[in-house]
């Protein structure tokens, strides 16, 4: 017996009653590919887990070492499992196990100014990037700053979450941007290379896990 609705599980937790009843869910094709499918039509309304479900996909390519464009969770999976997809179906479920005690070790965060928008705009050669300020205007400086950024550094890379200037002032329901970086101090040059000099500030050990749970229960306010 179900004890909550399945609109209110998170990904992972309805990953996790898929493996106890494969069959209810998949019939007699159990395979990774099936499994693939339903997760990924289940993830886009679902609830948000501790770690997300979608570091998953980078996490598990760094995990087997399968790098590049055209592989995902499931592609990195299989080809790991020689195409074996009942194999591949288990591996998967021992490979979420390994996820799910991840935790992050080092969250950064540091407030654009003006001043480094300025910078942004103005230095030499500058291919602009309207989605680093979460807009599509032509104007060069329109409400960029305050505009913040914060890094969740894991020992298999850095993923990086940009709050607009309409967030930071208050309107949750604005724009973000996320992204993932190899490592926290490549993550740090590529936005100090964009933005001139960044005063980071680090949160304190022992408020790193409370600070990452509510980055990630603010994750489905973002437009």
């Known amino acids: 017996m179900i004890s909550k609705k399945l609109k209110d599980f998170t990904t992972i937790e309805f990953a996790k009653f898929i493996e106890k009843r494969p069959g209810m869910f998949l019939g007699d094709q159990i395979t990774l590919t099936n499994l693939w499918n339903m997760l990924l039509g289940f993830d886009i309304n679902s609830a948000?887990?501790?770690?997300?479900?979608?570091?998953?996909?980078?996490?598990t390519k760094q995990k087997l070492k399968k790098f590049g464009a055209r592989y995902n969770w499931r592609n990195a999976i299989l080809e790991a499992n020689e195409s074996d997809e009942r194999q591949a179906f288990d591996n998967f479920f021992e490979l979420l196990d390994e996820f799910l005690t991840i935790k992050p070790k080092n969250i950064i965060s540091v407030l654009l100014s003006e001043k480094n928008f300025e910078f942004y705009y103005n230095r030499k050669n500058n291919k602009k990037s309207r989605r680093i300020i979460g807009s599509t205007m032509e104007s060069e400086i329109l409400f960029p700053a305050?505009?913040?950024?914060?890094?969740?550094?894991?020992?298999?890379?850095?993923?990086?979450?940009?709050?607009?200037?309409?967030?930071?002032v208050g309107d949750y329901n604005k724009g973000k941007y996320y992204q993932e970086f190899d490592n926290l101090n490549l993550s740090k040059k590529?936005?100090?290379?964009?933005?001139?000099?960044?005063?980071?500030?680090?949160?304190?050990?022992?408020?790193?896990?409370?600070?990452?749970?509510?980055i990630v229960e603010n994750i489905n306010n973002y437009s």
């Open 48 to 59: 948000e887990s501790l770690p997300p479900f979608h570091y998953f996909n980078y996490w």
């Open 146 to 168: 305050p505009y913040e950024i914060k890094l969740v550094e894991f020992d298999y890379c850095t993923h990086a979450y940009h709050y607009d200037f309409y967030y930071v």
């Open 190 to 214: 590529t936005y100090e290379e964009k933005f001139g000099e960044l005063k980071w500030s680090e949160t304190d050990n022992g408020n790193i896990e409370k600070e990452f749970k509510l």
